[in-house]
């Protein structure tokens, strides 16, 4: 059976032999397109090993029985807080190179642009589409089973990988079909003209992923989680004859914490603690996902300050 873990180590080894692949072909050819996307994938390696060490935290984490590190021991409230921080950095340095390589792109076609050697930059760019191809193939049959929000946009980063490629190699390509011909005149404009079309389609890619990065950074309140878990509370609140009860919801990457406070009328007749759990247990049911990534509290109380 794949892991998350096993997933991104053979992502990382793919992208960063990509990467050295397209910054060496990109100085041998003259291409500054080639070489953004080796540079670009170099960048995307670093952030997936980053991002491999926190699957692999959380993990160890929420892992049942065995024993804990000290590292682990510091952060009792878990790991997942890290995950939408990396997710974040992730396409804000992406974004951040896409925009400097498009300024680059544009400096260079007001100079002339520049001359390459288009053989060289299309066997690149057939090989790296390819492997792009695979890799978004093998990530997204993979991702059926172990739903990671890291795998997911590993995916997706090679799925723009494999597009923004192909866009290169028709670039590439219509150069080298030009050379000797009346249009060989375009030829130093070709390299910039693609990197810049390439950076404007890459730049706003990971804004979903900033942005959902930046909620979960915040403990924005899911809406759909939360209409979820006040139709339960609502429901316990009926059924037990409770007074009210307050809910408190966030997504932390793949963490979901939910608190639940019950405002139990004074002087109600006594419950054994099995009876109280038995409640939990209900609830915790009825909410579901329970996964080590659940963070369910749940308290009963006759003291409304306590809930607020």
Known sequence: MRTEQGVLRLSIAVTLALAGLGILFGLLSGSFAIVFDGVYALIDAVMTILALLVANLIAASTREGGSKSRLIAQFTMGFWHLEPMVLGLNGILLMGAAIYALITAIGSLLTGGRELAFDQAIIYAVVTMLAAIGM?????????????????????????????????????????????????????????????????????????????????????????????????????????????????????????????YFIVPPGLPPRRLEEWDKIRDEIGDAIGNDTPDRWLSIVFTTDQEWAE
């Open 136 to 260: 978004a193939i093998f990530d997204i049959k993979a991702n059926l089973t172990i739903r990671s929000n890291f795998i997911a946009l590993d995916a997706k980063a090679w799925m723009m990988s494999a597009a923004l490629t192909a866009a290169l190699l028709v670039a590439f390509i219509f150069g080298y079909m030009i050379q000797g011909t009346h249009l060989k005149w375009m030829s130093p404009y070709i390299d910039p003209a693609a990197l810049a079309i390439v950076c404007l389609i890459v730049i706003p890619i990971p804004i979903g992923t900033v942005r959902q990065a930046l909620a979960d950074a915040l403990l924005v309140t899911p809406p759909d989680l939360m209409r979820q878990v006040e139709a339960i509370a609502a429901q316990v609140v009926l059924r037990y004859q409770f007074l009210s009860y307050r809910a408190y919801v966030a997504r932390v990457g793949r963490g979901r914490q939910i608190e639940l």
